[in-house]
């Protein structure tokens, strides 16, 4: 949304805000939006989402369903969408799982981010021994049918996931996918698009936040040269797996992608660390986002602490095992309600 729209969107609240209390009450002032009580509202209001990643197998808990649907507005499949989830078989797609999380994110009006249709990792076994121009095929087959199957459901795809090498060379990770050909990634955006026109098409890596980091400059050059060219890229998700320090340059970071003309998303985010330290490290993260106008949404990596990949060791989200608001999920929501 852009800033009309967006003063229009909250006009248009506080009116219809003033409309239900006239004779009841005092009118709601024009121009302040009310804050909002939960991450996916109070986010909406300054034009952006909040999401988690959602596990299917979690759908039955009452108090993680319960989470879900009062805080978040956008919903990514933790598992459910990878390539070994979907197409177990040569050719034989199965959506089962990931279907039960698009339906229950829907049918509570939320969004849904997919991923991912391209990685190196969690291939199903019949891809792995694959290599060269069969590999190809394979991949643009599956990416057409997978964002075929759910065209118009999703509104941003991760496209690729995790191409770029760890370390100092800034260059490609090697696998079996980049052995096809260096212009593997972009044969496989061009594929999404063909395969779902309506879909925002992401980049999306880990270790890509720090600025000065050979990883982001790296996954920078490729940006820079994909819209220099036209191939199909809309936005980069930075996944922020942080530690207990967030790096002094992620607002730069976010800035510099997305001053190449695409959204920057914030898509996997956990922190380590517990109380007035980790809700500190939160709020700086969401206002480096609000600070970014092509930031446009914010998802954690799950919702409870004990949801967490990173779960025993590192108790890195917004909520508790019991369901309970941490410190940290009070230090977003005020930083969320504080742009309103
Ligand atoms: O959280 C996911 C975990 O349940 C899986 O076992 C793992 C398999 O590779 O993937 C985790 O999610 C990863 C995501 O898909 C890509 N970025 C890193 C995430 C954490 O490992």
Known sequence: MNLTARSVSRALIVTTLAVVTTGVTALVPIGSASAASTLGASA?????????????????????????????????????????????????????NADRIVNHARSQGKRVRGHTLAWHSQQPGWMRGMEGSALRSALVNHISKVAAYYRGKIYTWDVVNEAFADGGSGGRRDSNLQRTGNDWIEVAFRTARAADPGAKLCYNDYSIEDWSAAKTQGVYRMV????????????????????????????????????????VQITELDIAGSGAQQADNYRRVTQACLAVARCNGITTWGIRDTDSWRYPGVSPLLFDGAGNKKPAYTAVLNALNARN
């Not at 009452?62 to 979907?86: C, P, Q, S, W």
């Not at 819209?227 to 510099?256: E, M, W, Y």
């Open 44 to 96: 909406a209001q300054t034009g952006r989402y909040f999401g988690a990643a959602v596990a299917a197998h979690r759908l039955g808990d009452a108090t993680y369903t319960g989470i879900l649907n009062r805080e978040f507005d956008m919903v990514t499949a933790e598992n459910e969408m990878k390539m070994d989830a979907t197409e177990p078989n040569r050719n034989q797609f199965s959506y089962g």
């Open 224 to 263: 820079r040269d994909f819209k220099s060219r036209g191939v199909p890229i809309d936005c980069v998700g930075l996944q922020a797996h942080f530690g207990t320090g967030i790096p002094g340059s992620f607002q730069t970071t976010l800035q510099n992608f997305a001053s190449l003309g695409v959204d």
